[in-house]
């Protein structure tokens, strides 16, 4: 390294390492918030660990550690509850929407994947939430 570029790369090495390190504030937080503004941004995608953490420049670690305080459950667990919660709203407030497109919208392989992922975690299948919670003037399904 010559005299030029040694302090220039040191400096930027600091300010990244600063950028950091003010990021894994309050027991994670901010790369919490990071993270879930990933995921929510687009729902059909399933987002991997790996991939968060690279973008956010942290370790798959730093990323687990975080979401396990804030919410008691892994970055997956996160994610796919989430998944489901959306699946829920979507099928209680548009009677138009069809299973097949929910599961498309929110990066399952097909309605029954959903469907099974869905009674699992919510006790019903999607055709019983709808037919249980769905307030009856929003019912206009062929």
Known sequence: MNDVTGPCFFQALLCMLYRNDSRITANG????????????????????????????????????????????????????????EQAFYMLINNGDIKIYEIAYELGFYDEFHLSKSFKKKIGMSPKECRDRFMPAEKTQRN
């Open 29 to 84: 937080k901010k790369i919490v918030d990071e993270a879930l503004a990933i995921i929510k941004s687009n729902p059909g995608i399933i987002n991997k660990e790996i991939e968060i953490a690279r973008m956010m420049y942290v370790s798959v670690k730093t990323l687990r550690t975080a979401f396990k305080r804030q919410f008691n459950k892994s970055f997956y667990r996160y994610q796919f509850d989430y998944k489901m």
